[in-house]
């Protein structure tokens, strides 16, 4: 296993259209973690997911957001109706039950024009 | 809520040379996790130090080292003999003791660290 990957690595699209991430987490790791990154700043949780169970997320994650883990294995977040304001860096993160450091995979950098 | 201040946007050190990052952080949790992690330009975050706060011990890692005063609630990096790959964005984090949902991250604003050769 090479570590977290997330796909597509790059993604423009015109504003309104709805896209989708996909992160693929370390195979024995139960936790995932989307964060959202914006230029200059840290990251920002969006949401977090236990196995299949969506556990936390926060207010940052709008009725626009929707993030699933369906199998357990790897997660996808949906974002409708885009804004310019969604342009970032959507960075997911993996971690065992065992132990508290998150992996994260490269990012998806998403631009809204 | 926590919160975690980082007040260097930018640092710069000469190669072989030792640098200090702060971070300060806010908190009413007695158990906690602080990390420090880096990212260099245009690749993935990567762990670069970890400390428990219930551990009075600073952690220490090859180069990489913390001092940690939980009573001021600072965390700072030390970086000896920094070398060029040293360079990058550096995130001081923290996460709760606690799990079932509350195992998020929360990260300051960053620090800029330039190596200069």
């Known amino acids: 296993d090479t570590g977290v990957s997330q796909n597509p690595r790059h993604k423009i699209t015109k504003r309104g259209q709805n896209v989708t991430f996909r992160c693929d987490p370390i195979?024995?790791?139960?936790?995932l973690y989307w964060y959202r990154q914006t230029l200059g700043q840290g990251p920002e949780f969006l949401t977090y997911?236990?196995?299949?169970?969506?556990?936390?997320k926060s207010r940052l994650l709008s009725d626009r957001f929707s993030a699933e883990r369906p199998k357990g294995s790897f997660s996808t977040l949906e974002i409708q109706r885009t804004e310019q304001g969604d342009s970032a860096m959507y960075l997911c993160?993996?971690?065992?039950?065992?132990?508290?450091?998150?992996?994260f995979g490269p990012g998806t950098r998403l631009t809204v024009l | 809520a926590q919160t975690v201040t980082q007040s260097q946007p930018e640092m710069s050190v000469q190669e072989a040379e030792t640098v200090t990052l702060s971070c300060t952080y806010d908190?009413?949790?007695?158990?906690?996790?602080l990390f420090w992690y880096k990212q260099p330009p245009s690749r993935q975050m990567i762990l670069v130090i970890r400390?428990?706060?219930?551990?009075?011990q600073n952690a220490t890692e090859n180069r990489f080292s913390v001092n940690f005063q939980k009573a001021a609630k600072s965390f700072s990096l030390k970086i000896s003999d920094s070398q060029l790959g040293d360079a990058a964005m550096y995130f001081c984090?923290?996460?709760?003791?606690?799990?079932?949902?509350?195992?998020?991250?929360?990260f300051g604003t960053g620090t800029r660290l330039t190596i200069i050769p």
């Open positions: 400390q428990e706060a219930y551990k009075q």
């Open positions: 908190t009413s949790e007695s158990d906690y996790y």
């Open positions: 997911f236990q196995n299949e169970a969506q556990l936390e």
């Open positions: 993160a993996s971690s065992s039950d065992f132990d508290n450091e998150q992996f």
């Open positions: 195979s024995e790791h139960n936790r």
């Open positions: 984090a923290y996460r709760s003791s606690l799990n079932f949902g509350n195992e998020k991250l929360t």
